[in-house]
């Protein structure tokens, strides 16, 4: 595991079961509650990574499936598939990354400005993105098996 301490380090001594009640506030946890994801950073958060533990009978596998993510944000998973957002040489440019819970190649979606918060339901990845020169974030869609983006349109919310 990394450097850092993590909730998801008490699954690995706890064994089974949930590690604690306030995990289920930043949804580390596949639906099933079979994996778990997060992001394990070093001291004075210069270097992050994703972790993932996954349940096999009362045994927690633990690995580690992205290095220097430069990013202190969070990981999810919907079982199938974990997503988490990769800063670059560019701090102000951060993409949405995804690999399967099997294990594979990480894909990234390369959009420009920024892109933060990623889910992951069924196969598809919700994450909000700011373009260079724009201040105000939209929502994305990206469907994984289909490599197909959809944005949400833009609303203009006024105060009555």
């Known amino acids: 595991m ?3 301490t993590t909730d998801a380090d008490a699954v ?7 590690p604690c009640d306030s995990c289920d506030s930043f949804r580390p946890f596949s639906p099933s509650g079979d994996v778990i994801v997060w992001v394990s950073c070093t001291v004075g958060l210069a ?5 993932r533990a996954t349940l096999t009978g009362t045994v927690w596998s633990v690995s580690r499936i992205a ?4 990013s202190v944000e ?3 998973t919907d079982g199938q598939w974990i997503t988490y957002p990769r800063s670059g ?13 099997a294990g594979g190649v990480e894909q ?3 959009l420009p400005g ?4 990623p889910t992951v339901a069924g196969g598809v990845i919700v994450f909000s993105g700011v373009q260079p020169g724009q201040s105000d974030f939209d929502i994305f869609a990206y469907q994984i098996s289909t490599n197909r983006m959809f944005q949400s349109p833009r609303r203009r919310v006024e105060n009555s």
């Not at 290095?67 to 430069?70: E, K, L, T, V």
């Open 67 to 70: 290095n220097d993510i430069h």
């Open 2 to 4: 990394g450097g850092g």
């Open 47 to 51: 270097t992050c990574d994703v972790e």
């Open 74 to 76: 969070w990981a999810r």
């Open 89 to 101: 040489v560019d701090p102000f440019s951060t993409d949405i990354c995804w690999q399967p819970v």
């Open 114 to 117: 920024t892109q933060a918060y």
């Open 12 to 18: 690995v001594e706890v064994g089974e079961g949930r």
């Open 108 to 110: 990234c979606l390369e």
